[in-house]
């Protein structure tokens, strides 16, 4: 975070909002797609963080996708 966008943030802060955010990426991954999209776009963010208690650095992955449907309503989807 620092690197990319000037920002001190710690590990606890990255944890607390995660864990904020999973219910919501939970619901909106057992939602029923609907049979056409006008967009659907994905990415995946990859980063280095420390491992809690072992010292180790891992490299975890963030999905994301955004998907726009025909009446141009957005949802945007993250998942770790």
Do not use: W
């Not at 006008?38 to 010292?55: N, P, Q």
Request: charged fraction near 30%; aromatic fraction near 10%; proline fraction near 4%.
């Amino acid at each position: 975070m620092k690197k990319l966008y000037n920002i001190d943030i710690s590990d606890s802060t990255i944890s607390r909002i995660m864990d904020k955010i999973l219910p919501i990426v939970k619901e909106c991954q057992e939602r029923p797609l609907k049979e056409v999209y006008a967009v659907v776009f994905m990415d995946a963010i990859h980063y280095y963080a420390h491992s809690e208690g072992e010292g180790l650095i891992i490299k975890p992955v963030v999905y994301i996708a955004l998907r726009i449907d025909m009446n141009e309503k957005k949802m945007y989807l993250e998942y770790m």
